[in-house]
């Protein structure tokens, strides 16, 4: 089964989300963007897939910061704001 890999990265002074080349944005916030591409992956998890949220801030190393199947990870719990 492949993994869908929301990335969340910010280009042209705003925050996007990319999914295989297909851009979602902008975003005002790196929040709004992170829920926005959680509630996404969420999506994907729930019709039994692969997903994962993967954040590129400037200047640092790409991270996970939600993947399906971990308890661990932050669920999306407010409307994001665009």
Do not use: C
């Amino acid at each position: 089964m492949t993994t869908a890999y929301f990335i969340v990265l910010f280009a042209r002074e705003r925050w996007w989300i990319d999914l295989n080349g297909a851009s979602k944005g902008p975003f005002l916030t790196q929040d709004a963007a992170e829920h926005e591409a959680i509630s996404l992956a969420n999506s994907h998890a729930r019709q039994g897939k692969r997903a994962e949220v993967r954040l590129a801030e400037p200047g640092r190393r790409t991270r996970v910061i939600w993947q399906n199947g971990d308890p661990t990870q932050r669920q999306p719990t407010a409307p994001a704001a665009r």
